[in-house]
């Protein structure tokens, strides 16, 4: 979480300041949309924790994985 707040306050000082949660749920591996949905969920849990409001972009993940955007 240490990255999440060096990274948002840096971008806030330039104004970015909208943290978007971006995933795929279209994945036919089941094993892979189970893990890359735990990663989601740990991605959703460090913004609430950080109280952080986001937006959510369902089809907006990376092939890699979940991830968080700010803008």
């Known amino acids: ?8 306050s840096t971008m806030k000082d330039f ?3 909208i943290c978007t949660l971006s995933f795929r749920r279209n994945l036919k591996n089941l094993l892979v ?3 890359l949905g735990q990663a989601t969920a740990a991605l959703k849990d460090a913004l609430n924790t950080k109280g952080l409001k986001f ?7 990376a ?9």
Do not use: A, L, S, W
Not at 1 to 8: T, Y
Not at 56 to 61: F, L
């Open 33 to 35: 949309r189970r893990k």
């Open 15 to 17: 104004g970015f300041t």
């Open 55 to 61: 937006d959510v972009d369902e089809g907006g993940g």
């Open 1 to 8: 979480m240490g990255v999440i707040d060096f990274v948002f």
């Open 63 to 71: 092939f890699y994985g979940p991830k968080i955007d700010i803008n």
